[in-house]
Structures are given as structure tokens and as C-alpha cells.
């Protein structure tokens, strides 16, 4: 199964068909509204409004799992999202990326990018993975990694 066939939800909780980003480029990322990376949010949107027309979207996963940084709901998320950075690319439901209720897109995620030493686990909050047109993990980013470096993945993976 590809990336594009996994069931995912918005942040109301309507279908959202992954199948029809296939053949864009995503960046998929684990968010949280109370974290130190949050401004990440502001950047996420410029990638996003930057590519967009060359088929490139950011997705976002509010996640509660890592100090409890992301308590409100999905849809209270997509609200600070928008209110406080200027957010419009698709925020999606709240997910658990790691253990036994990991949502399957990022236990599918993980295994094709695991992190350092292999290990699979996502650490913390804002970890991209830089998906291709193909549906396959071009690269996996932890949170420190931003700027000039997700840019230049970016553009690179868009001219695949």
C-alpha cells in the first residue's frame, strides 16, 4: 500500500482522499500548537503557498503525544493554525504517530524513513517526511531541520 491509499481524516473528521495528491509532492508533519518549533507553522505555509502550482502540499497532524503540547481539539487546532500563522494548507485530524494506536500513515511513514540509528519512533513534534510523487519517502526531517534545508528538498523533489 502506498502512502496515497491510507484512510485519512480532516480536521472535521470528512474523508480526505489522498488519492487524489497522487503524484504531488507532501510534506507530512506531526504539529502541535504549545511546542517551541509551533512558529515552524509560519514556514510550513510559506513552502506551501510557495509550490502549491507546482504540486506541492504540506499536510498537518496535530498530535498530543509529546508533552502534551497539543491538547485542543482538531478543529480548535485548525483555528490557532489560521488565526495566529496564516495557515491554509490542509490540517488534518489529531493522530498518534508512535505505539500501538499510531495512525497507519505514520507507522507507513517510519518505515520507509526510519530515524537516526533506525530506530522508528518519531522523537518529538515536527517530524516531516518529504514524500515524492511516487508515494515513496524521499527523506525524513526532525524538528531542528527547517529553513534553507527543507527548501532546497523541496524544490529538489519538485523538479523529479
Known amino acids: 500500500m502506498t502512502i496515497f491509499e491510507q484512510d485519512c481524516y480532516t480536521h472535521q473528521g470528512d474523508p480526505f482522499n489522498l488519492r487524489a495528491l497522487k503524484g504531488q509532492v507532501l510534506l507530512v508533519v506531526n504539529v ?64 498518534k504517530v508512535n505505539g500501538p494506536d499510531a495512525h497507519p500513515l505514520f507507522t507507513a511513514l517510519k518505515g520507509q524513513a526510519p530515524g537516526v540509528l533506525g530506530t522508528r519512533a518519531i522523537k518529538w513534534n515536527f517530524t516531516k517526511f518529504l514524500v515524492g510523487r511516487d508515494g515513496e519517502v524521499i527523506a525524513r526531517f526532525g524538528p531542528r531541520e527547517h529553513g534553507v534545508t527543507l527548501r532546497k528538498a523541496v524544490e529538489a523533489a519538485l523538479d523529479k
Open 32 to 95: 502541535a500548537s504549545q511546542c517551541g518549533f509551533t512558529p515552524q507553522l509560519e514556514e510550513l505555509e510559506s513552502l506551501y503557498t510557495r509550490y502549491r502550482d507546482r504540486g506541492f502540499t504540506v499536510l498537518g497532524f496535530p498530535c498530543n503525544q509529546f508533552g502534551r503540547q497539543s491538547p485542543e481539539s482538531a478543529e480548535a487546532f485548525c483555528r490557532f493554525g489560521e488565526q495566529r500563522f496564516g495557515v491554509h494548507f490542509p490540517l488534518m485530524e489529531k493522530v
